[in-house]
């Protein structure tokens, strides 16, 4: 019984059919076509899947795809992705800040910095008088510069004067912008070649090295004579803090890191007993 069923059915599928249209006023054939029930659910599926498919094309490379319900716009995606970057970066930043606080609070404090060594080749650590300052103005460079300007004791016999004192040139390069102290600019501005290695102008201890949001990388190192000279907006440090160099000895790679840089330079500043001075006075450039 069930196999005749089966086979009525797929004889009543394939059964043929014929439509016809006609005038209605002369009751004349105008077209007919035969069909049969399979004919007819196969044209049926293969009509529903092209529209299916055509639907779906339309809304994934159109920007009808926006008004279904749920869906964000493009323009609240590329917020979305951009705001992920913004944080991603702010996170690394504010990681920066802090090993930055912890380190130079504990040099203004006469602590040794976690990790690092601080060795003073000029005098015993006993006689540094570390000033205090605002600690909520930490990220200006400037006064960054002024509070790591150690007051050292005084002492003409060992301290030759500056005229006396032969500096090694940072980097060669061209000067691109001169000391401005009207403007705040304590420095010179040397631009040189892509990787060029930047060295230090005298014997000293590295007092400090690490990242400031403004000038990115930097380097102050302590010399004779009540010297410090900063180098700053490198792309990478040799050297860490408490390390003894050498004038000429690489520190520093040329960069362009920091808030405040306009292109790939070195920033130089030459500070003696807490006053920045011109450094094209000094050294030939």
């Known amino acids: 019984m069930e196999e ?34 399979l004919k007819v659910f196969t044209v049926t599926s293969l009509m529903s899947a092209i529209i299916v498919i055509l639907v779906i094309l339309l809304i994934a490379t159109t920007g009808l795809r926006e008004y279904i319900p749920g869906y964000p716009k493009a323009e609240y995606r590329q917020i979305l992705v951009h705001t992920a970057l913004k944080i991603d970066s702010l996170e690394n930043e504010l990681k920066k800040r802090d090993d930055f606080f912890v380190g130079i609070k504990a040099i203004i404090e006469g602590n040794i910095p976690e990790d690092n060594l601080f060795i003073d080749t000029t005098i015993e650590q006993s006689e540094i008088e570390f000033l ?22 005084d002492n003409a ?27 705040d600019h304590f420095g010179i501005d040397l631009v040189s070649g892509p990787n ?7 014997n000293g201890t590295v007092i400090f090295s690490g990242w400031t949001l403004e000038t990115g990388y930097v380097i ?66």
């Not at 009540?226 to 990478?236: F, M, R, W």
């Open 132 to 153: 205090e300052y605002n600690h909520d103005s930490v990220f200006q460079d400037q006064l960054l510069a002024e509070q790591l300007s150690l007051s050292l004791q």
């Open 157 to 183: 016999s060992k301290n030759p004067g500056l005229s006396q004192i032969h500096f090694f040139v940072p980097v060669n390069g061209v000067i691109s912008n001169h000391f401005n102290s009207i403007t």
């Open 220 to 285: 102050y190192i302590q010399h004779e004579a009540d010297l410090i000279s900063a180098y700053k907006h490198n792309a990478e440090l040799l050297k860490n803090t408490g390390d003894l160099v050498n004038a000429g000895e690489a520190i520093a790679i040329i960069g362009n890191s920091g808030e405040l840089t306009t292109g790939p330079h070195l920033h130089f500043e030459l500070w003696h007993n807490g006053t920045a001075l011109n450094p094209e006075q000094y050294i030939d450039f």
């Open 4 to 37: 005749k069923k089966k086979k009525k059915f797929f004889e009543k599928i394939k059964d043929q059919y014929r439509l016809i249209i006609y005038n209605d006023t002369t009751f004349q054939s105008v077209w007919s076509m035969k069909l049969s029930r």
């Open 196 to 202: 060029s290695r930047i060295s230090a102008v005298l």
